[in-house]
Every structure is written in structure tokens, then in C-alpha cells.
């Protein structure tokens, strides 16, 4: 017998509603409906446009309802960050503040002249940043922050407006710099002494507790009957780890690439000590009690800028043309170190990288795909570099990388393969859908168990791999370390 489920994937860009189904041991995911996230930008304020998100969401659950299908669970899954506010009354406070709000940008100094960042560390495993709920609350009046009021993360959130109880996910709320993993609670600690009400937080529960069924308006509205609202990994990026068709072992390790990067793996438990730190990883949780252990690393942030100049100068080059471009060019022509301050501010970036590559005594690059393949090649220096670190620091030897978004750019895809000498295996666009899913159907028992789980992942996906070739990349990595060496050194 069929079983359904429907995964709301909301994204800080794009968000999609996903309907998903349990047949014959196979699992499937279809988009029922996809949307821009709409965002709010009045008196220079930026806020998230919560009625035009259930708006949409409703209307797929209505979808749904006129399909007559026999749906079992719905549950919500979103970035870190953002939080919504419920006053005694469970009416929702607005606004509700985007993670990119002007209001946060003296928070993190603020909040780190009352309690410095290697506490905070010491006790969340997660890495200070402006976005994180913990320096937005600085930003929040002392009246939206009362006892018998509720702070709920977005998708939590949107778990509750649903219908399900006020309750707030395990690796969501991870994610919020509020929460002590090793103890899997709050941290009455940080939030006393920040002055807040450990109150306003609800309990933490972990992924698959059943919250409650839809709302009967909402079922009435939908033609549902009967859908239990589920916490499944309300992180969706821990619901894109439950997504993989990972195989037997540890072994592994996976790369999202964006605009910024993040490389990581599952381990055991929480890695938190003074090396970590410096090194920039965070500790979030996710199904089964596992930690991802995780870095950010720099992304396509100057493929993208190099794009943008020329776009300026009425040069548009599609992606298509510039990657075609850098193919081929030669290879290794010039290498840059992301890292160099320059790289990380707006500009004539193809400029940049000329002028670096003239200070460093190497060819300077001057046509479009000659700088594309210098910016994915050092960028898949900068992947080898992370990965040999992580299985430092987790004392791993992986064999396999997981890749996330790795359709966008099929050149650095192969870049990154050859640079890392392990197969890559092309992550699925709908992993974090697919995640949803696999804990509701664990929630609901029509699985029974997370080995049996992973076995129906590993029969429904069809994987991808690029296997890697002997190359010269172990050459280039020794020139990038070159490059970096004489930079110390000069600086010094």
C-alpha cells in the first residue's frame, strides 16, 4: 500500500513543497509547488513574509486534498538563523526578522564584550557569526522578549502554524548558538547571562517526534483528514545528510558548494576544543544522534563577481560560454590564494586576480576562460586543502565525497575529483526533501528501522560518480603552498 507524505522545503532563495511517496520498498520525491521566498523590504528593514509562505504552503496541502491521496505526515524544514516570536495568546509576533536585517550588525561585538567567543564556543561547538539567532535576540526589545512568550526557529515555526506543538527540533536548534550538544539542552548558562528568560524556549525534542495533527481549519481548507505534523530534521541541511544513499561505514565525507562552501562529515559526537575553533568548524546534530562536524569554506563567490564585472562592461558571457572557455584553456597557467584579503570585497575581480598573479611572478591570465580556470582551479586546491584537514581532525581516511550542487558547474565538479583522488558521488538536488520523508516514514512506523531506511535510499536513488585519473594536481597544490609560504613570509 502507498503511503504519502509531503516534505516543505523552505530555502532562504528558493522554497519548494515536495510530496513523497513509500511504495514496494521504494521511495520517490515530486514537486508539488515552487516559489520565491518572499522577503519584505520596508524602511530599509528586511523581513520575511510569513502569511505569503503559508499562503503557499496551504495551497499545495491543497494540491494534495484534491488528489484524494491518503496523506500521513507533513513537516517543514529550513536554514538556521531565523526564529519566529509567539506572544501567551500563540498569535505570531511580527516581524519576523531576515537573517540579513541591518539590525544585527554591531550584535556579535556587543554580545562578545559580555561573554567571549571561546566560551560561547566551548559550550555550543558552533562558530560565531552575525546571523545566528543568538546575535539576532541581542538585537530584539526586552518587550518581544517575555516569559510567556515562545521562540521558535523558521521551520519550527512553520511546524507549529501547521499545527504541531510548540517544540523546537534537536539539529535546528543546534544551529542557534543557545544550545549545549553535549548536554542536548539549552544553555542556561549563555542565556542567563545574557539576561533573557530560559522560558521563552521550548522543549527540544528530537528527529521524528509526531507534534500533533493539522490544524482543522487548515484540514478543512485542504480536504486532508487525519495528517499527523511530524519534527523530522527541521535543519535542512541535516536532512539533506539523512537524504544520501549512504553505504556501509563512515568513510565519507561531503562538499555543498555555493556561493560559500561547507565541507564536512557524521561523527560520533561532538569535536570541540581550541584547535577546532581556530579552524573555523561548528558541531550541529542530526538523525541518529550523530554530529556534523562541518567548516565554511569559500564557494563561487569570485566565479560569480568575475561574471558580474563583465556583465557591467556589456560583455555578458552565460555560464555555459565561460565554462567552455576555461576548458579550454591551459591548465595551471596561474593559481591564487582565496584567502588574500583582496579576493573579499566587490570590484573589478578579474583585475584583482591579474594584479595578484603579476605581484606572485606567475602568467597573467587575460582572457575570460583563462581566469575562470585559474578561480576553479585554485578553488579545488582550496576543497583538497579542507578535506585533508577534516580527516586530520576526525582521524578518517575517507573514500568517498558527497557533492552538493554539483549540477551548476560540471567543470569544477571534475576539478574537485581529480584534486581530492577519490570518487565523488553527485548528492541529489532533492536530498534534503528526501530526508524529510525517510524520518517521517520512520516517525510513523512504516519503516522500521534506520538500517532498513538506508537500504530503501540506496534501492530509490540512482547515483552519479565521477571517478578521479592520475594528474598533475599534487604538482599545483605543492605551488599553492608555494604561493602561500612566500606570502607568510613577505608579510612578516
Not at 39 to 62: C, D, F, G, M
Not at 217 to 237: M, P
Not at 342 to 371: H, S, V, W
Not at 426 to 451: D, K, M
Request: aromatic fraction near 8%.
Amino acid at each position: 500500500m502507498e503511503k504519502f507524505y509531503v516534505a516543505c522545503d523552505f530555502g532562504v532563495r528558493t522554497s519548494r513543497i515536495m510530496l513523497g511517496t513509500l511504495h514496494n520498498q521504494t521511495l520517490t520525491v515530486n514537486e508539488l509547488r515552487r516559489f520565491k521566498t518572499p522577503v519584505n523590504n520596508e524602511k530599509k528593514a528586511l523581513q520575511w513574509h510569513i502569511p505569503e509562505i503559508y499562503r503557499e504552503t496551504v495551497l499545495a496541502l491543497s494540491e494534495v486534498g484534491a488528489q484524494e491521496v491518503n496523506l500521513a505526515g507533513v513537516s517543514c524544514s529550513s536554514w538556521g538563523a531565523d526564529y519566529m516570536l509567539f506572544d501567551r495568546d500563540d498569535t505570531l509576533l511580527t516581524p519576523v526578522y531576515h537573517h540579513a536585517d541591518p539590525r544585527t550588525n554591531d550584535t556579535l561585538k556587543a554580545v562578545l564584550a559580555k561573554i567571549p567567543a571561546e566560551a560561547i564556543y566551548d559550550e555550543t561547538g558552533v562558530q560565531s557569526r552575525p546571523a545566528n539567532t543568538l546575535f539576532q535576540l541581542r538585537a530584539e526589545s526586552s518587550r518581544r522578549l517575555k516569559r510567556d512568550h515562545r521562540l521558535l526557529p523558521f521551520a519550527d515555526g512553520f511546524n507549529h502554524l501547521l499545527g504541531g506543538d510548540r517544540c523546537v527540533e534537536m539539529s535546528l536548534a543546534s544551529t542557534t548558538q543557545l544550545f549545549n550538544p553535549a548536554r542536548r539542552a539549552w544553555s542556561s548558562r549563555l542565556i542567563s547571562e545574557l539576561g533573557w528568560p530560559l522560558e521563552m524556549l521550548p522543549p527540544v525534542v528530537s528527529p521524528g517526534a509526531k507534534l500533533g495533527r493539522l490544524r482543522p481549519d487548515v484540514a478543512k481548507q485542504t480536504g486532508l483528514e487525519d495528517v499527523t505534523v511530524i519534527a523530522t530534521c527541521s535543519n535542512e541541511l541535516s536532512a539533506a545528510l539523512a537524504g544520501l544513499p549512504l553505504g556501509h561505514g563512515k568513510d565519507w565525507a561531503y562538499l555543498r558548494i555555493g556561493g560559500e562552501s561547507l565541507m564536512g562529515t557524521e561523527v560520533p559526537t561532538q569535536l570541540i576544543s581550541r584547535l577546532t575553533r581556530e579552524l573555523g568548524y561548528s558541531n550541529e546534530s542530526c538523525l541518529g544522534g550523530a554530529t556534523n562536524f562541518h567548516k565554511r569554506t569559500v564557494g563561487l563567490w569570485l566565479f560569480e563577481e568575475c561574471r558580474r564585472f563583465w556583465i557591467g562592461q556589456d560583455r555578458e558571457l552565460s555560464d555555459d560560454v565561460l565554462l567552455h572557455l576555461a576548458t579550454t584553456s591551459p591548465a595551471f597557467e596561474c593559481l591564487i590564494n582565496l584567502a588574500d584579503p583582496r579576493f573579499a570585497t566587490p570590484g573589478d575581480m578579474p583585475l584583482k586576480i591579474q594584479a595578484y598573479c603579476r605581484e606572485t611572478g606567475q602568467e597573467i591570465p587575460r582572457k575570460p576562460g583563462q581566469i575562470i580556470r585559474c578561480v576553479l582551479e585554485s578553488l579545488a586546491l582550496e576543497y583538497r586543502k579542507a578535506f585533508q584537514e577534516l580527516e586530520l581532525l576526525t582521524g578518517s581516511k575517507f573514500t568517498r565525497l558527497y557533492l552538493f550542487g554539483a549540477a551548476e558547474n560540471g567543470l569544477l565538479n571534475h576539478f574537485v575529483v581529480n584534486a581530492l583522488q577519490v570518487p565523488v558521488i553527485l548528492a541529489s538536488p532533492e536530498a534534503a526533501a528526501i530526508g524529510n520523508v525517510l524520518v517521517q516514514a520512520l516517525a510513523l512506523r512504516h519503516i522500521p528501522s534506520l538500517g532498513e531506511a538506508r537500504e530503501i535510499l540506496r534501492n530509490s536513488i540512482k547515483t552519479q560518480a565521477i571517478i578521479p585519473h592520475p594528474t598533475s594536481w599534487d604538482t599545483a597544490a605543492t605551488r599553492m603552498l608555494e604561493l602561500t609560504a612566500t606570502e607568510l613570509t613577505s608579510a612578516n
